[in-house]
């Protein structure tokens, strides 16, 4: 609804600052008779006014009033013929699907820390492949894993604005958002972390579309260092040539690149998981732009995994978890569209049923 508005071409306003899911909606411009009868005394009291002017005006405020019961009648027709939303139901949906893409947004992060210490390990297992050194070398190469530290969500009790649907963007925009609880992007516009346009982030730089409001924030989780295979190790204390311990010293860091590989396989199956429950849960077409969003992170996911030299068999896994939540996506805008097309052949319909009544 569109307030101290009397027709479409009367409106002043940016429309794309109205979310993408409302583009199509019904809109109801209703030019407030009450703003319009303050304003008819005010003038009515001017020293010069004519009677006829006065007269004038006060046919203005009348019509003003007829065409805002008129489309107040519109308005709450429109409204009888919704449907009930069971309103616990779709609290308790959206509860589960931030926390489906919260799983997946951690599993997706730890993935992305284990194949940055594949590449790493690769790097030393390729160093250690040049020109022959002396024993003395490779022994003092032994590998020995870090702690690695990879950031995560966690819950927090107030919402936060964060980045989302960028892959490599893990950013707490503002933290314990001063703004109600928004569901849509447009509603962030006036978020302290937002330009003054309210399009785009002063903290990350990337579009307030890629923004959202979420009972989590980033946080920084240790993954406790990987112990390098002893047999190996002591093998390599034993070495007796050059060569051997050249080989050695490859083994344990093909080692560490095997469990970071078996890290990553738990990981997509858990990406695998997730997909599944989102595939399970009766969303309505309002879910579409939720859904979406985890649909794009896991696109921008799949193009860096093809660009790191991530296993074929692990993208594929990938691939198929971001399917199956597209064939989700497509049903749900279907459903979306749907809705749509149902509301406009009922307002075209009420409206005839009252061309007919009269």
């Known amino acids: 609804m569109f307030t101290n508005v009397a027709n479409p071409m009367?409106?002043?306003?940016d429309k794309s600052k109205v979310d993408a899911s409302l583009a199509d909606a019904i809109q109801f411009p209703l030019d407030n008779p009450v703003a319009v009868q303050k304003k008819f005394l005010e003038l009515s009291k001017q020293k010069g006014i004519t009677p006829a002017k006065v007269e004038k005006?006060?046919?203005?405020v009348k019509d003003?009033?007829?065409?805002a019961l008129e489309m107040l009648v519109e308005l709450f027709d429109w409204v009888d013929m919704r449907t009930p939303q069971p309103t616990k139901d779709i609290v308790s949906l959206y509860t589960q699907t931030q926390s489906i893409d919260q799983n997946i947004?951690?599993?997706l992060s730890r993935m992305d820390a284990s194949a940055k210490q594949q590449i790493k390990l690769q790097k030393i297992i390729d160093d250690l492949g040049k020109a022959e050194q002396d024993i003395d070398y490779y022994k003092d190469r032994t590998v020995v894993e870090t702690d690695v530290e990879v950031l995560v969500q966690v819950k927090t009790e107030r919402h936060n604005t964060l980045c989302t649907g960028i892959a490599d963007c893990r950013s707490n925009c503002h933290e314990g958002c001063g703004l109600d609880f928004a569901l849509k992007d447009s509603e962030l516009a006036d978020c302290s972390s937002m330009q003054p346009t309210g399009t785009v982030c002063n903290v990350c730089?990337?579009?307030r579309q890629n923004h959202k409001h979420f009972n989590v924030k980033w946080d920084?989780?240790?993954?406790?260092?990987?112990q390098p295979n002893p047999e190996a190790v002591q093998r390599l204390k034993d070495a007796r040539t050059a060569k051997d311990a050249q080989q050695q010293a490859r083994e344990i860091a093909q080692g560490f690149i095997d469990e970071y590989a078996r890290?990553?396989?738990?990981?997509t199956d858990e990406i695998a998981r997730l997909a599944e429950e989102y595939s399970k849960l009766a969303l309505s077409g309002s879910f579409a732009g939720q859904v979406e969003k985890s649909v794009q992170l896991l696109d921008y996911n799949l193009e860096k995994m093809k660009s790191n030299g991530t296993p074929s068999e692990t993208i594929a896994q990938v691939q198929s978890c971001r399917n199956s939540m597209q064939a989700?996506?497509?049903l749900l805008k279907k459903a979306r569209a749907d809705e749509r097309k149902q509301r406009v052949t009922n307002g075209v319909l009420n409206k005839l049923v009252n061309y007919l009544v009269q």
């Open 10 to 13: 009367s409106w002043n306003f």
């Open 57 to 60: 005006l006060r046919n203005i």
């Open 64 to 67: 003003s009033e007829q065409n």
């Open 105 to 107: 947004a951690n599993a």
């Open 205 to 207: 730089h990337h579009p």
């Open 220 to 226: 920084t989780e240790t993954q406790k260092q990987k």
């Open 263 to 267: 890290d990553i396989e738990t990981y």
């Open 328 to 330: 989700k996506l497509d």
